[in-house]
């Protein structure tokens, strides 16, 4: 055995991932100490209460209620807690005592980032947060080191696991997204309050932390356009299906305008992705990160975006790039927000639409239809129309468009809706994937 | 402007990757200064011969035949010559001269790669190798650092886009080897000399590469099992597709054994991959590295494995992470080959098979192939007879065998083929994926 310096681990949190995290330090000590180059020493788990069941055999005495004395003197300090606070005032104190930090707290980063980096960098202190992005799978040292060279034009994620899990069984079963999401609740795929899930809270969090660290900017929370998959339904579904689509909720991150000009949006919405992209391939609570570099091309990231042990793998991998960092200095994962670009309203996007109205079925409404959309910079790609139902006297039609600028698809899409030949607007949905 | 420090940046190679190196240095030089915190300066590009033509408009000036010059005083040197030597001489030489270095080297790493990190290692230099793996498919990082913490099982990879090509190809067309090796040759996907990519050297080599990194451990490139794909003819592709699989160049590198007595197996050869799984989307020229991790699960990296401009990006990525590390310090890409596990050969590895044979088509003959499987212990899991042809004294059988060790199934294949009542053993075949 090498004789390594130790370093003092401090872990908060006994969660679904703070458990595993702490079973694999001692279970894989030798090895990470080997890969580490330093032995990581477990110093203690810091929790609420110290008399919460515990999944695993974890020795007792490792658990303290009290977070900051465990804190002062730890060389490393792993936050799985999640939420706000404390968790916030406890990054920055480890921060000021000297430790490096590990943290898979996504809502924390996507509200607090600037501030947890600025601290950091104050005391030449490193955060790591590779759980923090899409879990298990490893995205943050390629956007940040091996895409360094590039420029990343657009990325597109499936980054919350339970939303595709839903999606994937409406589009395989046909079922509808009410009856799915109590399965999933019961299956522990969704929560009680799926909320943070199904109205997109959590991927765009995602979606702002990916956005910053590939476009190299501050992407505020705030400035994420976000719609979730509740108006989901089997209809819809249906008609992706039958137009050769399947419905993904994606995180979108896209670099907008020339060199001289730029701007990003960044947005999480269900869209339209071909059956034939790779991201139709993404099933079940998996979640894939789809990434367009100006000379990489097209790579796709896959894997567990959630799940106790695969984030522990994420979380363990930090604790040895940040051992590694204690002993030998250098640069971590590291922050650049030099680019500070502007980021974009979802008014000024462009993308291609499929538009689905019922409209009366007589003569002259195709007419009209045509031309409220020409009038309002929307060019028809293609369009089908079908009878709607049992009553003849309606028609359902399906508008595929080219490119459009969303403020003019939505007005004309308004002026369609007032035009008097539409009965209903059934559904418009961005088609995502060129 | 920030004022950065400058660094010089000497570029062996002016091929297909070379020139996009140095035509993206110059392009984004900004950008990366600021990713970077230096300032990358192109001291000059080093060739053969000044007067050959080139791709792009490179400044003339800049051009060299004195590579030796131009290494010294260089703090980042960037080797895409390709080849043992003068290669390996010139790395070495900027080793010890202080320099960081870069390489898309895959046969020199392979095959001399302990020399060169052990040189590395000797004067504190870094060795950045993203492009030698899986082109532009960030693979490195996320092994090295990313899944540091955990521990990887198993790795199956499509890392030569030449023989996907040809395979996909006569997978979707029903088209022959031969006849699809002339048209990648004709559309520039092959070589004239196609020997390292169809014979599974160029895979090989990487594979090499990924076990030592994913284990940790030295994996010389003599100890990596390797078979082509010369024999894959059409009838062995429609017996794959009838049987749902799909027949992939894979590279596995595999752990084998408990903790206590580990071992590795690397290979490469062609392999029946299920239609499901996320290795049989990998369609063209596209490479993917499905990597199965004890904690992580399951993940898959994918993209362009090849390409001048593609390739340039995991470059470029390695350059500036080498700049961050030469005005910073600490540890880089590094390299931990502690585990120093046995490689074991290729007979004790265990897959499932799919062995098809012609029989006489008489009693008995059944009763005697199943015997000779289960007295070599092998077990069938599935068996399907069709009529051969138009003499109907043959019949074909398609026999799916359950997990088998190499070494039983060659010899029981050996056996059948002896038996008496087996005409021609027509193809064996391994399937992974499980």
Redesign the interface.
Known sequence: M?DYRRLRVALLGAGAVGS?VAR?LLK?SG??A???GATLELAGIAVRNLDAPREGDLPRELFTTDAESLIVGADIVIELMGGIEPARTYLLQAINSGADVVTANKALLATHGPEIFDAADQVGAEVYY?AAAAG???I???LR???????VQRIMGIVNGTTNYILDRMDTEGAEFADVLADAQRLGYAEADPTADVEGFDAAQKAAILASLAF?TTVPLESVHREGITSIDKTMMDAARHAGYVVKLLAVCERLGDESEESISVRVYPALVDRSH?LA?VHGANNAVFVQ????????????GA?G??T??????????AA??HI????GV?E?T??NLPIVDIGRVTTRYQITVEVDDRPGVLATVAGTLSDGRVSIATLEQTVAGEDAATARLVIGTHKALEQDLSETVERLAASGVVERVVSVLRVEGD
Do not use: K
């Not at 030998?328 to 640069?331: K, N, R, T």
């Open positions: 090498t595993q694999l894989h090895e990470l080997d890969r580490a590779e298990a799978i490893p943050i040292r390629p080191d091996s895409l360094a060279g590039d420029r190299h790779p391939s570099a100006e000379a990489a091309g097209n790579l796709m990231f896959y894997g567990a799940g042990v695969q522990a793998s994420a979380v363990l991998g930090d604790v040895v790039s590694r960092r030998a200095g250098g640069v590291g650049s030099l680019a």
